[in-house]
């Protein structure tokens, strides 16, 4: 059982700057893949970001390439979401998930979820 635990949301001010933080409980950490995801009030959960298990592929959803860049440290059980140029439409809760296997867009995929963290960016 993997336990995430996301930090690092809050309120900024459009054009700001936010960096997320995924804690995992799982020693074995560097044999998942991981996820962000997001989700607004009345909206479903939408795909972020992801990176395979080593680093060295990454992946973004088109509203967010260019601004947010996915990494991990293996050696600190942690993920990390850069946030930069933030728009009031980033405005959500923030997951990370984890996945044993390749990286996915796809929530479906992910076997564990954080609790979220929000994120609110005023115009």
């Known amino acids: 059982q993997v336990q995430l635990v996301e930090s690092g949301g809050g309120l900024v001010q459009a054009g700001g700057s936010l960096r997320l933080s995924c804690a995992a409980s799982e020693r074995t950490f560097s044999n998942y893949a991981m996820g962000w995801f997001r989700q607004a009030p009345g909206k479903e959960r939408e795909f972020v970001a992801t990176i395979n298990w080593s680093g060295d592929i990454t992946y973004y959803a088109d509203s967010v390439k260019g601004r947010f860049t996915i990494s991990r440290d293996n050696a600190k059980n942690t993920v990390y979401l850069q946030m930069n140029s933030l728009k009031p439409e980033d405005t959500a809760v923030y997951y990370c998930?984890?996945?044993?296997?390749?990286?996915?867009?796809?929530?479906?995929?992910?076997?564990?979820w954080g609790q979220g963290t929000q994120v609110t960016v005023s115009s």
């Open positions: 998930a984890a996945r044993g296997g390749s990286y996915s867009a796809e929530p479906t995929a992910y076997n564990y």
